[in-house]
């Protein structure tokens, strides 16, 4: 569907193997590692030209981009769900593919999904004439739901304590987790004093933002065929 992220110079370039040998003797990267590396960022990303054509997007953005999203891939076609993020998306993908500036982006409302994009100029021979930008789409929660758990292994917190951890990431009050997870308050603020101990976190604000600086990690992808 994506061509560019099927295409390569060479016939074993989906090869691990291959790839590090190749990598190892100073060779360039193909367009297929490329598209591998790309296809593990916790970020969806596009490369789209100056008509809205798409002629890349990674595994993030080919899942998360359905219809309740903000941006919308229709085919090979980049599209914006609500009728008045129509012109702004236009705008701000011409000034990154024609004017050569980056624009920052958000689409979608405060009262449903929201989602904010960054245009970066992405003008480059090898998708031809036209011009492009590439599109680096927000993320949906502050904090990695694998980052979180490696996280919560590292601190030796218990299963109770990373589910708090997780819903403290997303912004919820004690109250509300205490509701969501079922338990009393009291229990809730206990594990958020044992999460603090354990991490050596000052505040719950510190906490979750030495979360949110976490590298993402990855389920296990399968190699293109």
């Not at 790309?38 to 993030?60: E, M, Q, R, S, T």
């Not at 079922?182 to 958020?192: F, K, N, Y």
Request: hydrophobic share 45%.
């Amino acid at each position: 569907m994506y061509s560019h992220s099927d295409r390569s110079d060479s016939p074993d370039a989906g090869d691990p193997a291959t790839a590090l040998a190749a990598f190892q003797e100073g060779a360039a990267p193909t367009a297929s590692v490329l598209a591998r590396m790309l296809d593990v960022i916790d970020y969806g990303v596009l490369l789209a030209l100056d008509d809205g054509h798409v002629v890349f997007a990674n595994k993030v953005a080919r899942e998360e981009l359905d219809d309740r999203h903000p941006l919308q891939l229709l085919g090979q076609s980049l599209r914006a769900r609500r009728s008045r993020d129509i012109a702004p998306l236009w705008a701000a993908l011409e000034c990154a593919a024609l004017r050569g500036l980056q624009r920052m982006l958000t689409l979608g409302d405060a009262e449903g999904e929201s989602v904010t994009v960054a245009f970066i100029p992405m003008s480059d021979p090898a998708i031809g004439p036209r011009a492009g930008a590439m599109l680096v789409v927000g993320r949906r929660s502050a904090c990695d739901d694998l980052s979180v758990e490696a996280f919560g292994r590292q601190s030796r917190l218990t299963d109770a304590e990373v589910r708090v951890l997780k819903l403290l990431c997303l912004g919820r009050r004690p109250a509300d987790i205490a509701l969501a997870q079922r338990v009393a308050l009291c229990t809730v603020r206990t594990h958020i004093s044992n999460i603090r101990d354990k991490t050596g976190a000052p505040s719950v604000g510190d906490l979750v933002l030495e979360v949110t600086k976490l590298p993402p990690l990855f389920r296990r992808i399968r190699a293109r065929a």
